[in-house]
C-alpha cells in the first residue's frame, strides 16, 4: 500500500477520531458552529504550523531547493491530487452551504459531508489497488 493511502486511512483516523468525537458532541448540544469552526481550524493550524515549520526547518538547513513535483508527473501522484482536491470541493461545498442556507445548520449538509467522504474514500481505495 502506498504512504500516502496509509496516512489517509489508518493515521488520519488516529489523528482525527478525537477532534470528529468532540465535534459530534458540540454539534449534539447545539453548538454546530463552533464544532464545525473547530473542525477546520484545527486541521488548519495542523498544516500551516506542522507542515509550515516543518519545511522551513528543512530549507535552512539545506542549501538547495527543496523539490515538490506534484503536478510534474501527475499519472504518479493521482492520489495526492485527489486529497487536495477534495479538500477544495469540501471548503467550498461549506462555504456555498452556509451562504445559501442563510447559516443555518441542519441534517442535509451532514449527508453531503458523508457522500464526500464515501466517494474520496472508494477513489483513493481504487487508485491505491491499482
Known amino acids: 500500500m502506498p504512504?500516502?493511502?496509509l496516512a489517509l486511512t489508518v493515521i488520519a483516523v488516529g489523528n482525527a477520531l478525537?477532534?470528529?468525537m468532540l465535534t459530534i458532541s458540540q454539534a449534539g448540544s447545539g453548538k454546530a458552529v463552533l464544532g464545525l469552526t473547530g473542525g477546520y481550524s484545527g486541521q488548519l493550524f495542523g498544516l500551516l504550523i506542522g507542515f509550515g515549520l516543518a519545511m522551513l526547518k528543512k530549507s535552512?538547513?539545506?542549501k538547495e531547493?527543496?523539490?515538490f513535483p506534484l503536478f510534474k508527473d501527475a499519472?504518479?501522484?493521482m492520489?495526492?491530487?485527489v486529497v487536495i482536491a477534495t479538500t477544495f470541493i469540501a471548503l467550498m461545498v461549506t462555504f456555498f452551504y452556509t451562504i445559501f442556507s442563510g447559516f443555518e445548520f441542519d441534517r442535509k449538509l451532514g449527508y453531503i459531508f458523508a457522500g464526500i467522504y464515501?466517494?474520496?474514500f472508494i477513489s483513493a481505495t481504487v487508485l491505491a489497488c491499482k
Do not use: H, M, R, W
Open 75 to 77: 499519472k504518479e501522484n
Open 18 to 20: 478525537p477532534d470528529a
Open 3 to 5: 504512504a500516502t493511502y
Open 79 to 81: 492520489l495526492d491530487i
Open 65 to 67: 531547493e527543496i523539490p
Open 118 to 120: 464515501g466517494v474520496f
Open 60 to 62: 535552512l538547513s539545506q
